[in-house]
């Protein structure tokens, strides 16, 4: 058995992705795949959990550039390619249905299964690349980081080093060490003890966090913890030199760790640092679990704990199979407890993204109120609700409620970046972009590690152009750009700052770069953004549509 499929001993054909990639049949022939789409194709089936994927996903990741029609025709004709070039070598390996499309599971090989192997020296699908499909290019590249890691890990730190454990034997949560102190005073010992009690609440706002802190004198017991915090103020004079390192136990590997300069003297300051660092050790425990999860070679039922941390692994593959995987997760972990708010919480973040990605109408999207409402009630403490319930407000372009809910958001877990987020958004789809500049900024403080970062800098980058700072919204857009090419919003808004700047063959090359990532995405995208005046996402395609409109309706703003 291999890690999440199977691996025969007396396969009928054996494929390959590490290095070139390649199938054989058992007596050792080549079997010749000349397409590219159909190597790409068998590439993705044969790394998905049970060898198989939905016709959906494997056509927006391979085919994501064209229209739905056009993608469904693609697939089948690259499903039938592959039959017959199968047929000819005498295997029948490929399966599917209205739904899915997936390999036999008997009598393959597959060398990324086979636990035996030395992979180090090739990399995944070597040479394969489909350079005008950003979606699988992405999947592309997380894949080769991920053999990467997971190979490294495995020679580097060997089987015992507890760099990813298989099977934790200490729980799950953060152990909040007491404050330590490179040089012995009064005024450290103080510190010392205000900060350890400012970082312990401020994690403890975060209530999908597991934080166990230590008793507060010296002799009381740490409690086991998969991770332990350890703080130590290096100097107090003029301001403290404090470093914060999240290590993974027992065998004290760093998950993360930072050195900042803390004035004390400064409430508002210690306060904004202390959440950050919150984010930043939060942020570092999420990813550590969800790894520990996708490496794990346990696929026993797992309780409630372990059931959460593989939901939200599946949330954040933001495909319709891991979608729906999530689902499955939490239907189950609600037969087991109906009311558990983080369960609640998780469906209703699940929901949320769902709806967002299909674009959903108001009618559609009011559904969500119970779930969220639900949510709320069961655990009232979690900023989560109000922030949910703020982004349902924003789509229905209830301004005022948006920003009450978004607030206390805000109010209840100081380090909660993506509550900033939206309270920027909610200003300026309001029409406020001036009043969306703080919070947007203050989000990308506290989160330097967020994975979707990027997402709170394209709405940065669109408060920048409502106010014509179009030099600070194109650097945004190219920041963007740089790691997640296929976001569209970026290209909207280089086209359209550009365009404001009078700068238009700039303008026509971001513009085409865009159309052949994505074209014609832009407009629906455009008309879905809920401006209370949507005389705004006029303006904003107009910026794109440049050729056709005369310069007033560019939004040209001086700058001061």
């Not at 899915?100 to 599971?105: A, D, F, I, N, S």
């Not at 699940?350 to 009630?377: C, F, G, K, V, Y």
Request: aromatic share 8%; charged share 25%.
């Amino acid at each position: 058995m291999g890690i999440g499929g199977i691996v025969s001993d007396k396969p009928r054909a054996r494929i390959f992705l590490f290095g070139a990639p390649r199938v054989e049949t058992i007596s050792g022939a080549r079997v010749e795949i000349s397409s590219k789409k159909g190597i790409a194709l068998l590439a993705t089936l044969a790394s998905a959990d049970r060898l198989e994927r939905s016709r959906a996903w494997l056509q927006q990741i391979l085919w994501g550039s064209r229209g739905q029609k056009q993608a469904q025709s693609s697939l089948r004709r690259e499903l039938s390619n592959l039959r017959s070039v199968f047929a000819k070598a005498g295997l029948e390996i490929l399966r599917s249905d209205q739904r899915t499309v997936g390999l036999e599971q008997y009598g393959l090989y597959i060398d990324i299964l086979d636990e035996r192997l030395n992979f180090s020296h090739r990399q995944f699908c070597e040479g394969l690349d489909l350079a005008s499909e950003d979606e699988f290019e992405e999947w592309l590249r997380e894949m080769r980081e991920y053999y990467e890691t997971a190979e490294y890990e495995r020679r580097f730190t060997g089987p015992t080093s507890g760099a990813i454990p298989e099977s934790p034997s200490l729980p799950a949560q953060i152990g909040i060490a007491r404050v330590a102190f490179a040089q012995e005073d009064s005024a450290v010992r103080s510190l010392s003890t205000m900060i350890g009690g400012m970082l312990s609440e401020t994690l403890a706002k975060m209530r999908w966090l597991p934080v166990a802190s230590m008793g507060p004198t010296a002799v009381s017991t740490e409690p086991p913890s998969r991770y332990r915090l350890e703080t130590v103020i290096l100097n107090a004079e003029p301001a403290a030199s404090v470093n914060f390192s999240l290590l993974e136990m027992p065998d004290r590997i760093v998950r993360w760790t930072g050195t900042r300069l803390i004035d004390f003297a400064d409430l508002q300051s210690l306060h904004s640092e202390l959440a950050r660092v919150a984010n930043c050790v939060a942020t570092s425990f999420d990813i550590c679990e969800q790894r520990h999860f996708t490496v794990s070679k346990d696929r026993s039922t797992p309780g409630l704990g372990d059931r959460n941390w593989r939901i939200r692994f599946h949330i954040n593959q933001f495909t319709e199979e891991s979608f729906e995987r999530a689902r499955t997760l939490i239907e189950e972990a609600k037969e087991q407890c109906p009311e558990n708010g983080e369960i609640l919480m998780l469906q209703a973040n699940l929901e949320l993204w769902q709806h967002w990605i299909e674009r959903s109408d108001e009618s559609t999207s009011s559904q969500l109120a119970p779930l969220i409402r639900a949510a709320m009630r069961a655990d009232p403490a979690d900023a989560r609700g109000p922030l949910f319930y703020g982004i349902l407000d924003t789509w229905h372009r209830r301004s005022a409620s948006a920003l009450t809910h978004l607030n206390r958001a805000c109010e209840l877990d100081p380090s909660f970046a993506q509550a900033f987020v939206h309270l920027g958004a909610a200003h300026y789809l309001s029409g406020k972009p001036e009043a969306a500049i703080d919070p947007l900024e203050h989000a990308l403080f506290l989160a330097p590690l967020d994975p979707k970062r990027f997402f709170a800098q394209g709405e940065l980058g669109t408060a920048y152009w409502m106010l014509g700072r179009y030099e600070e919204c194109l650097a945004i857009a190219h920041n963007i750009q740089a790691t997640h090419p296929g976001y569209v919003l970026a290209h909207v808004l280089e086209t359209a700052s550009y365009a404001a700047m009078g700068l238009y063959d700039d303008a026509r090359r971001a513009r085409a770069k865009m159309l052949d990532a994505k074209p014609h995405l832009y407009r629906s995208m455009l008309a879905w953004i809920p401006f209370i005046d949507r005389d705004w996402a006029r303006k904003m395609r107009d910026g794109v549509e440049f050729d056709a409109r005369s310069p007033r309706n560019l939004h040209i703003v001086q700058n001061s």
